[in-house]
């Protein structure tokens, strides 16, 4: 259970003890249902971390609602995003997708449009993490939507991660989105439901393929 599920609750308890008080048990009912519910939205479940050697899991719980090719930086290098909605029905912790340093922590400002929206990819107030490690680079990204409106990240820049450890949180119906390399095999499609930490969005191309990818390159020019 997160933290600020009992801190809710707690406050609810206690106006729901108060109302029984001065007016009458049936006023308790709402603020305890309220409490109920917001313990049950902040949960937190344990899961099985997959180990697989460059397995991308999901940052968050909710269905793949669009897989589609990206261009990033100048707009020269092609990457693959999947994005991930999370309704108010799902765990809404967030997990790193890789293993890895934070090399990257960028928040934007911005609008709070419907987070199954296209726009909202690049509109919405967002948290922007990147993560190196094993030789490659993952995006992934926070976004808020029409209900969420406080994003958590615990992590500070330069920090390691493993693959599946907590970092945050968004607070009601959001977002995920993770970026990576085109090279990538992708294992899941829209429509499917996934789970933060435990499902495989992708397996990266493993490093060793990438150096010698890299010294046949040198050879040809040579």
């Known amino acids: 259970m997160v933290r600020d599920g009992y801190l809710y609750a707690l406050a609810l308890i206690a106006a729901a003890a108060l109302l029984g008080w001065i007016a009458s048990p049936g006023w308790a009912i709402i603020p305890l249902l309220l409490a109920f519910s917001f313990l049950w939205f902040f949960r937190d479940p344990e899961r099985a971390i997959p180990q697989q050697a460059g397995a991308v899991v999901s940052p968050g719980d909710g269905v793949v609602t ?32 890789i293993r890895g340093v934070i090399r990257d922590i960028r928040y934007q400002r911005g609008k709070f449009l419907d987070a199954r929206s296209p726009d909202c990819a690049e509109q919405n107030e967002q948290n922007i993490v990147t993560v190196e490690g094993d030789g490659q680079r993952v995006v992934f990204k926070q976004i808020a939507g029409l209900l969420a409106r406080r994003i958590v990240f615990h992590p500070k820049l330069g920090d390691r991660l493993e693959r599946g450890q907590r970092v945050g949180l968004i607070k009601f119906g959001s977002r995920v989105d993770v970026l990576f390399e085109a090279s990538a095999r992708v294992d899941v499609k829209v429509g499917d439901r996934v789970k933060g930490g435990a499902s495989i969005l992708a397996y990266l191309e493993p490093q060793r393929e990438l150096v010698a990818a890299s010294s046949s390159a040198a050879e040809r020019v040579r």
């Open 66 to 97: 669009d897989v589609s090719p990206v261009t990033i930086g100048n707009g020269n290098e092609k990457w693959t995003r999947i994005s991930i909605f999370l309704s108010v029905f799902d765990v809404h912790v967030n997990r790193s997708p």
